[in-house]
């Protein structure tokens, strides 16, 4: 069974950093595309980042680019989010998510495992 486990997370006042862990279980972890997802309340999901199954490729979303960064350790089957220049907007409970690389477009259209969520929140 694949299993994500995050942590990281918590209170930050603007213009601080925050570093998101999420830690692989179950699988191969060089075979899978990563994600970083985020919900703020009242809003849809928003996609963060991704980065390929062996750290070669990144894809961020504009709203987090040039100061997010997403990366692995694939020895510690890790993804991590460094979360630098925080906005009281980046505010949200944050998802890590996987997907396997077989038969998958990238960035990746869907995921199949998700983490439980950890919560950021951004003081002003």
């Known amino acids: 069974q694949v299993r994500l486990e995050q942590s990281g997370g918590g209170l930050v006042q603007a213009g601080g950093s925050l570093r998101l862990s999420c830690v692989v279980s179950g699988r191969t972890f060089s075979n899978s595309h990563m994600g970083w997802f985020r919900q703020a309340p009242g809003k849809e999901r928003e996609f963060v980042a991704a980065?390929?199954?062996?750290?070669?490729?990144?894809y961020s979303g504009d709203s987090v680019k040039g100061r997010f960064t997403i990366s692995r350790d694939n020895a510690k089957s890790t993804v991590y989010l460094q979360m630098d220049s925080l906005k009281p907007e980046d505010t949200a409970v944050y998802y890590c998510a996987e997907r396997h690389h077989m038969g998958s477009a990238w960035p990746p259209a869907r995921y199949d495992y998700w983490g439980q969520g950890t919560q950021v929140t951004v003081s002003s």
């Open positions: 980065i390929s199954r062996l750290g070669t490729t990144i």
